[in-house]
C-alpha cells in the first residue's frame, strides 16, 4: 500500500479498502467511528507562516490522531484534511466527545506559542457506523458533512451526523442557486433599517441588509442564507454587491438634491484575508465621487476573535480614508471588554439580546449604564440595538446611549420605502 510522503498516512484509495477491511472484521459490539477533521483558517497560517510550519502542523495532527486508543486506520485525502477509522468500543457518545475535547484542547495548547497569531481550531465531523456492513464512502461523505456544519465554531469540540444535518445541507444546497440567480439578475433586495437619534427624533442613518427571493416569489430572511454564503464564501460577492449597491444610491440621492443619510454596509470577515481589501473598496468608492462621511463599514464583534491584528490594520486604513467603521453584535462575546481598548472604530453598536437580558434586572441594567458610560468617556459613538418599547428608548436614553435601532421605529424595509419615509430633505 502507498503512504502519503507527508504524514505517512495512507493514500485514500488504500485508505478505503483497509478501512472496509477492518470494519467487516469488527465486534458488532464495538462502536466504530469515521472522523473528519481539518483545521479551521488553515490558508491564514500557511500564508502567515510558510508552508513549511503548516505543513509541520499537518504531521503533528496526523500524529495526534495516530496515537489515540482505538485509532485503526487513516488517509489524508488532501491539505490539512484528515480521515480516520476509530473503534471507541464501549464508550458512550458522552464519553468520547468528551475525550475528543480533551485531545483538541491540548493539541491547540501545544502550538500556542509557534502560531500565535492564529487561533488554532480543529473542525471535527464524525459518523457513527450503523453497521460492519456500511460503505465507507458514504460513512466519509456523512463525517464530511457533520465537519462542514460546524466549520469555524469555537464553541463545540465536534459534530455528529445525523438526519437533521443531512437536511439542513439538502436546505442549503437550494440557496446557492437562488442567490447565483439574484446576483446575476441583480435582483438580490437590500433594505434599510433606520438608526435615529432620540435627542433629535430624527433618522440620522441606515443599515443595509439584504432578502432573497424564492422561486415561488417568498421572501427567504437572512438567518436562512447568509450562513450557507459565508460557508461558501459567496458571501463575498453579496457583500460587494450591497457596497456597489450603496455607493450607487448615495450617488443618486445627491444627484436628485436630497440630504443623503450615513449607510453602514456589513463586511464579513472573509474579506479581510485579502491583501488588497483596502485598495479594491477605495477604487471602487473612488468611482463614485461621494464623501466618505456618508458610509460605515460595519464588522462583527466575532471578528476579532481570530487575527486580531491582520483585521485591526484594515480597519485602521479605512478610516484613514475617512470612513467610519462600527462594531456590530457587541456584548455578544465573552471579551468584549477586552476589546475596548485596542480597536480602532468609531462606533460600538450593542447586541440587541445584551440589551435584552440586562435590561430585565438591576444588575444588568447597572451593567449597561456602567458600559456606556465607559464608551462615552472614551468618546465612542455608541447605538443600542433591538429597542422595541419606549420602556426600553427611555432608560438606555437616560443611560447615555441616544442613537438606536429596533421595531421601536422601524424594521427593515425596501429601499423605496426608506426613500419615501424618511430622504425627502433637499440639500
Not at 149 to 165: D, E, F, L, M
Request: hydrophobic share 40%; aromatic share 10%.
Amino acid at each position: 500500500m502507498e503512504r502519503d510522503k507527508l504524514t505517512g498516512l495512507l493514500l485514500f484509495n488504500d485508505f478505503l479498502k483497509e478501512a472496509s477491511d477492518k470494519l467487516a472484521e469488527c465486534n458488532e459490539k464495538d462502536t466504530m467511528l469515521v472522523i473528519s477533521t481539518d483545521i479551521t483558517k488553515f490558508k491564514y497560517i500557511n500564508r502567515l507562516y510558510g508552508y513549511e510550519a503548516g505543513d509541520r502542523l499537518i504531521q503533528q495532527l496526523a500524529e495526534i490522531c495516530v496515537m489515540q486508543d482505538g485509532y485503526i486506520v487513516a488517509c489524508r485525502p488532501y491539505s490539512d484534511h484528515i480521515v480516520s477509522l476509530f473503534n471507541i468500543g464501549q464508550l458512550t457518545w458522552e464519553e468520547f466527545e468528551e475525550k475528543l475535547k480533551t485531545i483538541q484542547d491540548d493539541f491547540v495548547a501545544q502550538h500556542k506559542t509557534e502560531f500565535p497569531k492564529a487561533s488554532l481550531h480543529l473542525n471535527t465531523g464524525v459518523h457513527v457506523i450503523e453497521s460492519k456492513y456500511e460503505n465507507i464512502a458514504s460513512a466519509i461523505d456523512k463525517a464530511n458533512v457533520a465537519r462542514r456544519s460546524v466549520k469555524g465554531n469555537y464553541n463545540v469540540p465536534c459534530a455528529r451526523y445525523n438526519q437533521k444535518i443531512e437536511e439542513t445541507k439538502e436546505g442549503d444546497a437550494k440557496i446557492i442557486p437562488i442567490f447565483d440567480k439574484a446576483l446575476e439578475d441583480k435582483t438580490i433586495l437590500v433594505y434599510f433599517q433606520p438608526k435615529v437619534s432620540v435627542s433629535e427624533n430624527a433618522v440620522v442613518g441606515a443599515e443595509a441588509l439584504t432578502r432573497l427571493r424564492d422561486d415561488d416569489g417568498s421572501i427567504i430572511p437572512p438567518d436562512l442564507f447568509i450562513n450557507v454564503l459565508e460557508n461558501s464564501g459567496k458571501i463575498l460577492e453579496l457583500d460587494w454587491y450591497v457596497m456597489r449597491y450603496v455607493f450607487g444610491k448615495i450617488r443618486q440621492w445627491l444627484d436628485e438634491g436630497k440630504e443623503p443619510k450615513r449607510v453602514s454596509i456589513n463586511l464579513s470577515k472573509l474579506h479581510f484575508y485579502y491583501d488588497n481589501l483596502v485598495t479594491d473598496i477605495i477604487k471602487e468608492f473612488d468611482s463614485y465621487n461621494i464623501s466618505p462621511e456618508y458610509v460605515e463599514f460595519e464588522v462583527t464583534e466575532s471578528v476579532f476573535f481570530e487575527e486580531a491584528q491582520l483585521i485591526i490594520n484594515k480597519i485602521e486604513k479605512l478610516r484613514e480614508r475617512g470612513f467610519r467603521v462600527s462594531v456590530d453584535d457587541f456584548g455578544a462575546g465573552y471579551s468584549s471588554l477586552n476589546l475596548i481598548g485596542i480597536l480602532p472604530v468609531d462606533i460600538i453598536k450593542l447586541d440587541k439580546g445584551f440589551i435584552k437580558n440586562s435590561l430585565g434586572n438591576k444588575k444588568g441594567k447597572n451593567i449597561i449604564k456602567g458600559l456606556i458610560s465607559i464608551l462615552n468617556e472614551i468618546d465612542m459613538e455608541i447605538v443600542c440595538e433591538g429597542i422595541e418599547t419606549k420602556e426600553e428608548e427611555k432608560i438606555v436614553y437616560e443611560f447615555g446611549c441616544d442613537s438606536m435601532q429596533g421595531f421601536l421605529y422601524d424594521k427593515p424595509i425596501p429601499v423605496e420605502d426608506f426613500e419615501k419615509k424618511y430622504v425627502l430633505k433637499t440639500v
